[in-house]
């Protein structure tokens, strides 16, 4: 079992809807939450960035960690076509510089 | 542009062949990560170096080895080339420890292909 597992996709969403995009995993010594965005054949880009439990909200971004279900969402309000792109959550624990990745998912939005 | 700058962008080889990928971290960065991306691994994490000393090593293979010289720029060697060695190279940065380290700024990376 991989420490994060992160559903591939694709995902296919119509401009102006709301995606939600998650990961789950395994270790519990998790403390540091990040969401990663990366174009085609680019360096993933941060995104979001958490600590622990709880939400954070940066305009149309909203990044969820539930350590309880060691769960973690990102959420896209009105998405649009430049959001397309894949979307890797990644996360560390305490005293620790390696993050660990998700696999990523694609994310497609329509016009 | 995330201030990372990693060079040559592709990079094609043969099989047996030995390659070196370089990477000049953000200014002020003290941290340099080696990641692998493959389609069917996802994003790899190989080795750190923090201000010339490595610091944590991932799934990187006895085939590669990292340094980072005094002016904090690394270097990815991978001899010995393998079809599977065949990926997309990322070297990132951060900040020092304990300064948001867990935040990393990537170059836009290395093409590998081994033929």
């Known amino acids: 079992q991989k420490e994060v597992e992160q559903d591939p996709g694709p995902l296919s969403v119509p401009e102006g809807a709301i995606v939600s995009l998650n990961c789950t995993y395994s270790n519990s010594a998790f403390q540091y939450f990040m969401w990663y965005r990366q174009y085609s054949r680019k360096g993933p880009e941060l995104l979001m960035y958490?600590?622990?439990?709880g939400n954070k909200e940066d305009g149309r971004f909203t990044a969820q960690v539930d350590k309880s279900s060691k769960y973690i969402s990102l959420f896209i309000r009105d998405s649009q076509p430049s959001d397309s792109a894949t979307y890797l959550c990644a996360m560390s624990g305490y005293n620790t510089d390696k993050l660990i990745f998700g696999t990523g998912t694609r994310l497609q939005v329509f016009p | 542009d995330s201030g990372v700058t990693q060079t040559p962008k592709h990079l094609i080889t043969a099989t047996g062949q030995r390659v070196t990928l370089r990477c000049s971290p953000r200014s002020g960065d003290l941290s340099v990560y080696w990641y692998q991306q493959s389609l069917d691994q996802g994003l790899q994490f190989l080795i750190q170096?923090?201000?010339?000393?490595?610091?944590a090593k991932g799934n990187i293979l006895e085939r590669f080895s990292a340094q980072q010289f005094p002016d904090l720029h690394s270097e990815l060697n991978l001899s010995s080339l393998e079809l599977g060695d065949s990926a997309l190279y990322f070297c990132?940065?951060?900040?020092?420890?304990?300064?948001?380290?867990?935040?990393?700024?990537f170059g836009s990376g290395t093409q590998l292909s081994v033929l």
């Open positions: 170096y923090y201000n010339g000393e490595e610091r």
């Open positions: 958490t600590y622990s439990s």
């Open positions: 990132a940065s951060s900040a020092p420890p304990g300064a948001a380290n867990e935040k990393l700024f």
